[in-house]
């Protein structure tokens, strides 16, 4: 069964060249696939931005399809611009989901939030997609305004979870504890993991196994520079602590952003030898080949849900060291986590394990095993079950 469209509403930013839509990694066409199997259209709202110059887009990916709508949204980036235009935006949102089968509300974010009570209001069927914690993001945000913040956005997306009818959850466990819904859900995340080939297993061990006390070890993080809770302060302190206890190490840092602030880091703690800034790359083929030359993956981030990165580095058989943050305890074994922002303890990790081949060797097979049960198309069936169970009594 089909409905005639969806609407897809998350605060995000999509850039356009010419005719074309570009975005990031998680909004990339193929995203859009798993709602055009149960909708003839999807309507994305969002925030599209022109982007002339090519260069600013080349690592970004195609994000329109021919069933794919796009309808452009003030972004609100500060309380000012909240004030000032949540009437005018509120006004439009309403407009256009009025024409819509059915909603697809992403939180956190205020447009999803305003888009929950706008469904209620017109009895429109509608789930939310939970994919992160306001209450992590805005108390780890730096600044004393966003831990002012942090208990309201908190209660706001409690509300709205609770109170939904449906809910599709990215973590297993951690967002369902603190979100609860009293409606019907399931657990699937956005991750696009494709069909698993045992080859990256195979290459991941050679190189594992080809590493000595001469060789240089390979760390990499992904995480943008734009925000300072991804862990880059924390694997920088972590490594300037057991530095001499390591063989030869670079850190590759992959992530959009501004990373001035991470170089001045970097000088201060002594490491700024090993920590290369490698800038964003395109998600699918690029982040794949950086994933498969590292003999380390970290994520010691501070904020997350359950992280598409940390499934990629396993999904290319990454030993990862990881927080106790969000769904990453969902992921790795216990003697890969560290408390959230212990970087002590993360110091001590990484010297056992950039010491021991065979503790990598054992902890790659383990995550590219893990990593299955995140492939799509065990996730897909039950994500299209559970889509086609809201739709059903919809009535054009």
């Not at 994933?291 to 970290?298: A, S």
């Given at each position: 069964?089909?409905?005639?469209?969806?609407?897809f509403?998350?605060?995000?930013r999509?850039?356009?060249?010419?005719?074309?839509v570009?975005?990031?990694?998680?909004?990339?066409a193929e995203?859009?696939?798993?709602?055009?199997?149960?909708?003839?259209?999807?309507?994305?709202?969002?925030t599209?931005?022109?982007?002339p110059?090519?260069e600013?887009i080349?690592?970004?990916s195609?994000?329109?399809?021919?069933?794919v709508e796009?309808k452009?949204?003030?972004?609100?980036?500060?309380l000012?611009?909240?004030?000032k235009?949540?009437f005018f935006i509120?006004?439009k949102l309403?407009k256009?989901?009025?024409?819509?089968?059915?909603?697809?509300?992403?939180?956190?974010?205020?447009?999803?939030?305003?888009?929950i009570?706008?469904s209620?209001?017109h009895?429109?069927?509608?789930?939310?997609?939970?994919?992160?914690?306001?209450w992590?993001?805005?108390?780890?945000?730096?600044?004393?305004?966003?831990?002012?913040?942090?208990?309201?956005?908190?209660?706001?997306?409690?509300?709205?979870v609770r109170?939904?009818?449906?809910?599709?959850?990215?973590?297993?466990k951690f967002?369902q504890?603190?979100?609860?819904?009293?409606?019907?859900?399931?657990?699937?995340?956005?991750?696009i993991?494709?069909?698993?080939?045992e080859?990256a297993?195979l290459?991941?061990?050679d190189?594992?196994?080809?590493?000595?006390?001469?060789?240089?070890?390979?760390?990499?993080?992904?995480?943008?520079?734009n925000v300072?809770?991804?862990?880059h302060?924390?694997?920088?302190?972590?490594?300037?602590?057991?530095?001499?206890?390591?063989?030869?190490?670079?850190?590759?840092?992959?992530?959009p952003?501004?990373?001035?602030?991470?170089?001045?880091?970097a000088?201060e703690?002594?490491?700024s030898e090993?920590?290369?800034?490698?800038?964003?790359l395109?998600?699918?083929?690029?982040?794949?080949?950086f994933?498969?030359?590292?003999?380390?993956?970290?994520h010691?981030?501070?904020?997350?849900?359950?992280?598409?990165?940390?499934?990629?580095?396993?999904?290319?058989?990454?030993?990862?060291?990881?927080?106790?943050?969000?769904?990453?305890?969902?992921?790795?074994?216990?003697?890969?986590?560290?408390?959230?922002g212990?970087?002590?303890?993360?110091?001590?990790?990484?010297?056992s394990?950039?010491?021991s081949p065979?503790l990598?060797?054992?902890?790659?097979?383990?995550?590219?095993k893990r990593?299955?049960?995140?492939?799509?198309?065990?996730?897909?069936?039950?994500?299209?079950?559970f889509?086609?169970?809201?739709?059903?009594?919809?009535k054009?």
């Open positions: 069964m089909k409905v005639n469209s969806i609407a509403i998350y605060d995000h999509y850039y356009v060249n010419k005719s074309d570009y975005s990031s990694g998680p909004m990339a995203a859009w696939k798993r709602y055009l199997e149960v909708a003839d259209n999807l309507v994305v709202m969002g599209l931005i022109e982007e110059d090519t600013q080349k690592n970004l195609k994000s329109d399809l021919p069933d796009f452009s949204f003030e972004y609100i980036s500060s000012k611009a909240f004030l235009n949540l509120n006004k309403e256009e989901l009025r024409k819509v089968s059915a909603i697809a509300a992403r939180v956190p974010g205020e447009m999803p939030y305003n888009a009570r706008i209620k209001k009895k429109k069927p509608y789930w939310v997609e939970v994919v992160g914690c306001p992590d993001a805005y108390w780890n945000h730096g600044s004393v305004l966003g831990r002012f913040i942090a208990p309201f956005a908190y209660l706001r997306q409690k509300w709205a109170n939904a009818d449906y809910a599709v959850y990215v973590t297993e967002l504890k603190r979100y609860p819904t009293k409606g019907k859900s399931i657990h699937a995340t956005n991750a993991i494709p069909d698993m080939n080859t297993l290459n991941k061990q190189l594992l196994s080809k590493a000595d006390n001469k060789s240089t070890c390979i760390i990499g993080l992904i995480g943008s520079f300072r809770y991804k862990g302060e924390e694997i920088i302190k972590a490594l300037s602590k057991v530095k001499k206890d390591l063989p030869p190490f670079e850190i590759r840092m992959v992530g952003g501004n990373a001035d602030w991470v170089k001045k880091l000088i703690y002594n490491v090993q920590v290369k800034i490698i800038g964003k395109k998600s699918g083929a690029e982040i794949l080949n994933l498969d030359q590292l003999h380390l993956y970290v010691p981030s501070r904020q997350e849900g359950l992280p598409r990165s940390v499934i990629e580095a396993m999904s290319r058989a990454c030993p990862v060291l990881g927080a106790t943050t969000g769904g990453i305890p969902e992921l790795l074994s216990s003697k890969a986590l560290h408390q959230t212990d970087y002590n303890t993360l110091s001590h990790q990484l010297k394990f950039l010491n065979e990598l060797r054992d902890q790659s097979i383990r995550n590219f990593a299955k049960d995140y492939q799509y198309f065990k996730l897909n069936d039950r994500r299209k079950a889509f086609q169970s809201i739709i059903a009594n919809v054009e």
